[in-house]
């Protein structure tokens, strides 16, 4: 309304910024951005879908769960906004995981339908067996997922809150039409989920491009090569692997985070121009001061308040990155242009009312309420720099005098406590997430060892991410290529709602390949045959899974707010690498190094795993070589 009500005058330009304006402009953009990436994500998840089914039917299975889940989640999310405070980028984030997780957690299912159909089972076994085996993948994954997304309830900030938030309705969602709707919906349609084929074309691609669900004997046999070579050289593979996930890591060693103001919307968005020019025509501090309250003892027009106050100002003056500070005793001399003395202006407060220039009368109703005098320390740095922010605490440390209580605010001084906050409650969310997660890896399979392995792979695809993270963004390295103008600093909360949502998502596949595992290693007791058996059967719905998180990922990589931008190229980065390096190479080369004692658990947390059951995988129809053994405990 305001910016429809403005007419300037012939040759004149006008632009409106401050919280309103980009609070407008941050929710067209942010809509903008996320029809941007659902045009370019779903084209290409429906192909790798029909790669991966080469079925128009199956193939638009996950995209119906899709389709139902995410308009369900945010029906919920817009429920709980009544009551809590949203961030902004709820809806995109919402809807990045969404497409990935319904469209995945689905693609596990109806690919084990289907292949338990091929084996010759009933429709209605074939149903309960997708959801005995892969079922409890996509449950136990949800878990992990919403469990890693709750970690962010810890933190204070209403953005961070929020996204947890989000992001746990959504993995509800997921997983509930993913085991339940689902299921009912492959029943009924029975063999005629492979109605619509496409016939010889797909699999003739299929061939050249290895890896896709229902792939040819060669393929498999392809993967089980991989996994046997990798078995035959474990440490060989291993510790150059570890050694290049550390390296691709090592730039977060250089993290520096800032809080942004509209410098992170694109050029052309009418209020981030207008910030971005009140920053650079002017010194930043002069529109987004660093503000100190101070509350005085007497009057603030004492001639010893006024003296102690200009005293606490030259103080804070000498800070290196302070050039001035204001209050009510910056008067200047109208003929000299100089300060007056504290004396000086204390005697200008002391003549009556009436008598007083109409500038000090001005200067006493912008900085004075009551016993309380506000001062602002002008600096040369943008309040979002972490040089800023390292500003305040000093201040805060800087005594204003005897009986002088101050308390400092401002944009840089919110970022100062939102990183410190982000700080002390990051290693609880990130404990919770942990131990949580490995709990549930434990009652998964009812091991130790294979909770802890997974936790440090994880930990080394996240490490991966945010190196990479920290040198394209902070760094600007592929700014040209991702079209974004670097910051200098990483976003404040972006590593943390990072870790949370591919932490989860990680486990995604960690949860699917070691249950297809430890299947073949109930079945036949061989660890070598079962992880390169393992492999070869979830080649093709886990690189169909990651390419669809990863497609989906990168769509949202082409948003032009760098919060977004930077998360979407920092989780594609971390499912690719986790999809491929760590599933290819150190599962294998892990698994073959620690043999039997992969499923070892002490003797009373066995018994107690195995109590509950939820280790338990009912024997295969058509038994593979070998003896049917239990879980193994040396």
């Keep these: 309304e305001i910016r429809s009500a403005i007419v300037p005058p012939a040759g004149y330009d006008y632009a409106l910024t401050g919280y309103g304006p980009i609070t407008k402009d941050s929710a067209e953009q942010s809509e903008k951005d996320l029809q941007k990436a659902e045009v370019v994500s779903l084209p290409i998840v429906a192909l790798v879908l029909i790669l991966v089914f080469a079925s128009l039917i199956a193939a638009g299975m996950p995209l119906l769960v899709a389709g139902l889940a995410i308009p369900s989640s945010l029906a919920l999310i817009y429920l709980v906004a009544q009551q809590v405070e949203m961030s902004i980028f709820v809806l995109n984030i919402a809807t990045m995981l969404g497409l990935a997780l319904a469209i995945d957690y689905s693609l596990f299912i109806v690919s084990r339908y289907r292949e338990e159909l091929r084996r ?44 947890g938030i989000a992001g746990a309705l959504v993995v509800l969602s997921s997983v509930v039409f993913a085991l339940t709707f689902l299921p009912a919906v492959l029943g009924m349609l029975g063999h005629r989920v492979n109605a619509l084929s496409l016939g010889g074309f797909v699999r003739r691609i299929r061939r ?209 406590d939102f990183l410190v906050s982000q700080s002390e409650r990051a290693p609880f969310a990130v404990g919770l997430t942990l131990l949580a997660s490995g709990l549930i890896l434990f009652l998964l399979f009812g091991s130790l060892v294979i909770p802890l392995k997974a936790v440090i792979m994880t930990l080394l695809s996240i490490a991966a991410s945010f190196g990479a993270l920290v040198w394209i963004f902070q760094e600007g390295n592929l700014s040209n290529v991702i079209a974004f103008e670097p910051l200098g600093y990483t976003i404040a909360g972006n590593p943390i709602i990072m870790f949370s949502v591919i932490f989860g998502l990680s486990m995604d596949y960690e949860v699917l390949l070691l249950s297809r595992i430890q299947e073949a290693y109930r079945r036949t007791g061989d660890n070598t045959a079962s992880v390169a058996e393992g492999l070869a059967k979830t080649a093709g719905v886990i690189t169909g899974a990651a390419l669809i998180m990863v497609s989906v990922f990168a769509a949202f990589a082409l948003a032009e707010i760098i919060t977004i931008k930077s998360i979407g190229v920092g989780m594609a980065i971390a499912v690719a690498v986790d999809a491929t390096i760590i599933r290819v190479l150190l599962v294998p080369a892990t698994m073959r190094l620690m043999g039997k004692w992969n499923w070892w658990a002490p003797g009373v947390l066995g018994r107690f795993a195995d109590r509950l059951g939820f280790s338990h995988t009912e024997d295969e129809a058509i038994p593979g070589p070998g003896p049917a053994v239990e879980a193994v405990r040396p």
Excluded: C, N
């Excluded at 209605?124 to 992990?144: D, H, L, N, P």
């Design 208 to 416: 050249s491009a290895p890896g896709a669900e229902g792939a040819t004997a060669a393929t498999s046999t392809r993967w089980e090569r991989i996994a046997r070579g990798v078995m035959r050289r474990p440490i060989a593979i291993l510790v150059p692997t570890l050694a290049i996930l550390l390296l691709a890591g090592s730039p977060f060693l250089r993290l520096e985070q800032g809080v942004p103001g509209a410098e992170i919307y694109p050029a052309g968005v009418e209020s981030r121009d207008a910030y971005v020019a009140l920053q650079t025509e002017f010194a930043a501090g002069e529109t987004t001061p660093i503000v100190i309250l101070a509350d005085v003892p007497g009057s603030p027009t004492d001639p010893a308040t006024i003296r102690a106050l200009s005293e606490y100002a030259s103080t804070l003056t000498a800070i290196d990155g302070i050039d001035r500070v204001e209050g009510p005793f910056t008067i200047r001399d109208p003929g000299t242009g100089s300060l007056l003395t504290p004396d000086q202006v204390a005697a200008l407060y002391a003549l009556p009312a009436g008598q007083r220039p109409p500038g000090v009368e001005a200067l006493l109703a912008e900085y004075v309420r009551g016993s309380t005098v506000r001062l602002d320390a002008i600096s040369p740095l943008s309040p979002s720099r972490p040089e800023a922010t390292d500003l305040v605490p000093v201040i805060r440390a800087t005594p204003a005098g005897d009986g002088v209580a101050t308390e400092v605010g401002g944009s840089a001084a919110i970022g100062h």
């Design 120 to 163: 010759g089972r009933t429709v209605g076994e074939a149903v309960e067996r997708a959801v005995a085996t892969a079922g409890k993948a996509v449950a136990f994954s949800g878990i992990a997922v919403a469990i890693g997304l709750s970690g962010l309830l810890l933190f204070e900030a209403p953005a961070i809150r929020s996204i």
